[in-house]
């Protein structure tokens, strides 16, 4: 779990209404950029689609997927997106929808959850937003987390 000063940590970083178009890296809980991100297209306030992009280098040896989500609200989270995504269930079976707050800025908070059966879902990973588009060439990504699922099984 994150702490309650990153939950509330918030820096520069525009919030697009309907047809707008965000950028955003994955970094881990303290900021560093993992080399995956992606792209949200948000159709309308409530229904978004999204490109996931992973920058050249990455380990996760994919160039992306997509997917669709709606926001909601609750009262501990705030308002977010749920947002799913096609690259790990097209690989390995393993579906994984990502969780990122309606205000999309850099330090925002993203998570991610994941299901290998259909009956039980857990938490998978999380970490901060960071601006722009993913150019980490390193060797980790949001995808870490489920080729450890996959070894495991």
């Known amino acids: 779990m994150l702490s309650v000063a990153a939950l509330i940590a918030t820096t520069a970083g525009a ?3 309907g047809g707008g178009l965000t950028q955003f890296t994955f970094g881990t809980a303290n900021g560093a950029p993992l080399c995956d991100g992606g792209t949200v297209h948000k159709t309308s306030k409530s229904l978004w689609a999204w490109t996931h992009y992973y920058a050249r280098g990455c380990s996760y040896n994919y160039n992306g997927g997509f997917g669709i ?7 501990l989270a705030g308002r977010f997106a749920v947002l799913s995504d096609d690259t790990y269930a097209r690989q390995s079976g393993i579906a994984v929808i990502y969780v990122l707050p ?3 800025k850099a330090g925002g908070i993203w998570t991610s959850y994941y299901t290998e059966n259909g009956t039980t879902a857990s938490e998978l990973s999380s970490g901060v937003l960071i ?9 980790h990504s949001t995808g870490e987390a489920v080729r450890n699922l996959i070894r495991k099984n």
């Open 131 to 139: 601006a722009g588009l993913p150019t980490h060439p390193g060797h």
């Open 102 to 104: 309606e205000n999309m």
């Open 69 to 75: 989500g709606l926001t909601g609200k609750d009262k």
């Open 15 to 17: 919030h697009a209404k």
